[in-house]
């Protein structure tokens, strides 16, 4: 038996992960059902884990059809502390760890989505792909907490073009999002019309923002107005995203920044 998760009752073996020098891991209890648990890891590889510490109550079960079992707990960290999401069958929950102390978990509002730290703050967010006709009219939804709870909020690729649907991306792999500093960057492939696109600003003001154009991406060669995009991936980093297009001729990687500023990488 593994001495960190000694004492208490598993609910499954991909309940549990370790995150920097703590474990976390989701528990039975005797009485009170499901528990988040932690664990300090000791300095030294000679030394004892620290007694587990009861972070609270899951209200939510595990869900019974995760998509990747190895994410049922998943965490992000910035200076100030650390934040654990544990997956639920309707809403995910988060717990903070701060000033060595743990907070308990509170719902997040929605499940899955990619998780960033900064300050006290986690911030989940999932883009939800549609289809309206031969276009992709995705919803980009965020849920930002802190030891508080969660704050949930959402856009969709129709508020974000007004309208101008002629530049909307034609599939799942033309739309991308991510948490940039505490603002939401949304890029897009608008096609041979609209070129690769992306627009940074606070998620409730994702309309009244303006387009930056990273590429034309008009395929010049072709008689049918083909685009030269084919992908657009954007990686949280710490206060900056990661944009990657992937074109016919290779992929085109680029730091933006809160404002927007686009940097070529390489």
Same mark, same amino acid.
């Given at each position: 038996?593994?001495?960190?998760?000694?004492?208490?009752?598993?609910?499954?073996?991909?309940?549990?992960?370790?995150?920097?020098?703590?474990?976390?891991?989701?528990? *039975?209890?005797?009485?009170?059902?499901?528990?988040?648990?932690?664990?300090?890891?000791?300095?030294?590889?000679?030394?004892?884990?620290?007694?587990?510490?009861?972070?609270?109550? /899951?209200?939510?079960?595990?869900?019974?059809?995760?998509?990747?079992?190895?994410?049922?707990?998943?965490?992000?960290?910035?200076?100030?502390?650390?934040?654990?999401?544990?997956?639920?069958?309707?809403?995910?929950?988060?717990?903070?760890?701060?000033? =060595?102390?743990?907070?308990?978990?509170? *719902?997040?509002?929605? *499940?899955?989505?990619?998780?960033?730290? %900064?300050?006290?703050?986690?911030?989940?967010? *999932?883009?939800?792909?549609?289809?309206? =006709?031969?276009?992709? /009219?995705?919803?980009?939804?965020?849920?930002?907490?802190?030891?508080?709870?969660?704050?949930?909020?959402?856009?969709?690729?129709?508020?974000?073009?007004?309208?101008?649907?002629?530049?909307?991306?034609?599939?799942?792999?033309?739309?991308?999002?991510?948490?940039?500093?505490?603002? /939401?960057?949304?890029?897009?492939? =608008?096609?041979?019309?609209?070129?690769?696109?992306?627009?940074?600003?606070?998620?409730?003001?994702? %309309?009244?923002?303006?387009?930056?154009?990273?590429?034309?991406?008009?395929?010049?060669?072709?008689?049918?107005?083909?685009?030269?995009?084919?992908?657009?991936?954007?990686?949280?980093?710490?206060?900056?995203?990661?944009?990657?297009?992937?074109?016919?001729?290779?992929?085109?990687? /680029? %730091?933006?920044?809160?404002?927007?500023?686009?940097?070529?990488?390489?």
């Amino acid at each position: 038996e593994d001495p960190l998760l000694s004492g208490l009752e598993l609910e499954s073996a991909t309940h549990a992960g370790l995150f920097w020098d703590h474990v976390l891991y989701r528990g *039975k209890t005797a009485t009170a059902g499901a528990h988040l648990f932690a664990r300090k890891l000791p300095p030294t590889a000679m030394g004892e884990p620290s007694p587990p510490i009861d972070v609270g109550a /899951l209200d939510e079960p595990a869900p019974a059809d995760a998509p990747n079992e190895d994410d049922q707990l998943s965490a992000c960290r910035s200076t100030d502390g650390i934040a654990v999401r544990v997956r639920g069958a309707k809403s995910d929950a988060i717990a903070f760890l701060a000033g =060595g102390r743990w907070s308990a978990p509170v *719902k997040m509002g929605h *499940k899955g989505g990619t998780l960033t730290c %900064r300050g006290l703050e986690a911030v989940a967010t *999932k883009v939800t792909t549609a289809m309206e =006709g031969d276009k992709n /009219l995705a919803t980009i939804a965020q849920a930002r907490c802190n030891t508080g709870g969660c704050t949930p909020a959402s856009t969709s690729m129709k508020e974000v073009l007004g309208g101008t649907e002629a530049i909307a991306p034609s599939d799942a792999n033309g739309v991308t999002a991510a948490d940039v500093n505490g603002k /939401l960057l949304v890029a897009w492939n =608008g096609g041979y019309t609209g070129g690769v696109r992306l627009r940074v600003a606070p998620i409730e003001r994702m %309309r009244d923002g303006e387009d930056v154009v990273v590429c034309d991406a008009r395929d010049e060669g072709s008689s049918q107005r083909l685009t030269t995009a084919l992908e657009v991936r954007a990686i949280p980093a710490s206060g900056f995203a990661l944009l990657l297009v992937s074109t016919t001729s290779g992929v085109r990687a /680029l %730091r933006v920044d809160q404002a927007g500023k686009l940097t070529p990488i390489g």
